[in-house]
């Protein structure tokens, strides 16, 4: 009934089954807003296709996730496993955008060798931000995707034609060139979407990035800011003063994400919204509830504003 993978503290099994739900919501979502985007993008709206692969997109990223949120709720406060959940959903959304670009189907290798893909991938750096602005971020980061996804799509192409009884060469270069296209895809998905990296950071395996400008900065107020995933999205107001505490509570959100698991942050905060509202129909009431995950940010962002206020008045 129980697993103990690092020692530390029991895990039930009803406990692992429930972070592989949430993972699979989050994988299934995922991939079907990736695959509904890549669709619209690529010109195939007038096709009358839509529905052909969308249900094989929604199963890969039901599994994945799934796989995902299960490693990232067993082995939480693990940086790799976290790395290696986010990089299955990455892994998913590239396969997916690709092979729909190409043409391709998606089959059940494809959806074996797009987990195998991932497990690869998550041994490689993340790409988190270079310096020269915007722009020459924007190139960086639809390239590297590019460069990336090309690896991993070899792996995921090979294994991919070895269960669907494929040439293996010719799924290992079929498999490269949709994970090229779909990593470049991706990045350019996340750069409309949450924005272009702000800042330079090292590529390591488990880094956040900055990001702003992209959609979802619209719905958003100067000094607010939304973290997903590994991306903290951030709307600064310019005055360092008021910027530099965002910035911490956004990374504050990225270390709860390893500490519990992606899928349990997120399964947590939103279930922590509708509590703190339900009476008065206020959400935002979870920042000043203690034990919230969202009045943990609060608190620290409030500590280094007193602080970094102090000094720039000295």
Do not use: C
Not at 279 to 288: A, I, L, M, P, V
Request: no cysteine; glycine share 18%; proline share 2%.
């Amino acid at each position: 009934m129980f697993l103990d993978p690092d020692g530390n503290e029991q895990i039930t099994l009803a406990v692992l089954g429930l972070a592989m739900l949430k993972g699979a919501l989050i994988g299934t979502a995922t991939s079907a807003a990736v695959y509904s985007a890549t669709y619209l993008a690529s010109g195939m709206s007038g096709s009358g296709q839509f529905w052909n692969g969308f249900g094989n997109a929604v199963v890969m990223g039901d599994v994945t996730g799934a796989i995902g949120g299960g490693i990232g709720g067993a082995f939480a406060n693990s940086a790799f496993s976290q790395t290696l959940g986010y990089n299955l959903l990455n892994s998913t959304s590239s396969t997916v955008a690709g092979n729909l670009i190409l043409g391709n189907e998606i089959s059940l290798g494809t959806v074996v060798g797009g987990i195998a893909g991932g497990f690869a991938g998550a041994g490689l750096p993340q790409f988190s931000g270079v310096k020269g602005g915007a722009l020459v971020n924007i190139g960086a980061e639809i390239g590297y995707g590019a460069v990336k996804g090309a690896a991993t799509g070899a792996v995921t192409g090979g294994i991919g034609a070895a269960i669907d009884k494929q040439n293996i060469g010719n799924g290992i270069k079929q498999g490269a060139l949709a994970g090229a296209v779909g990593g470049a895809t991706l990045g350019g998905l996340n750069i409309a979407a949450m924005g272009p990296a702000l800042y330079s950071g090292p590529m390591g395996k488990n880094t956040a990035v900055f990001r702003s400008g992209g959609l979802f900065t619209l719905h958003l107020a100067k000094g607010e800011g939304i973290t997903l995933g590994r991306n903290l999205v951030v709307k600064e107001s310019g005055l360092f003063s008021k910027d530099a505490p965002l910035r911490i509570h956004e990374y504050v959100h990225f270390l709860q994400q390893r500490e519990i698991g992606y899928s349990n942050f997120y399964a947590r905060i939103l279930k922590e919204y509708y509590q703190s509202g339900k009476g008065s129909g206020k959400w935002f009431d979870s920042y000043d509830t203690p034990g919230h995950l969202e009045y943990q940010a609060q608190m620290l962002e409030s500590f280094f504003s007193y602080y970094i206020t102090r000094f720039l008045k000295r």
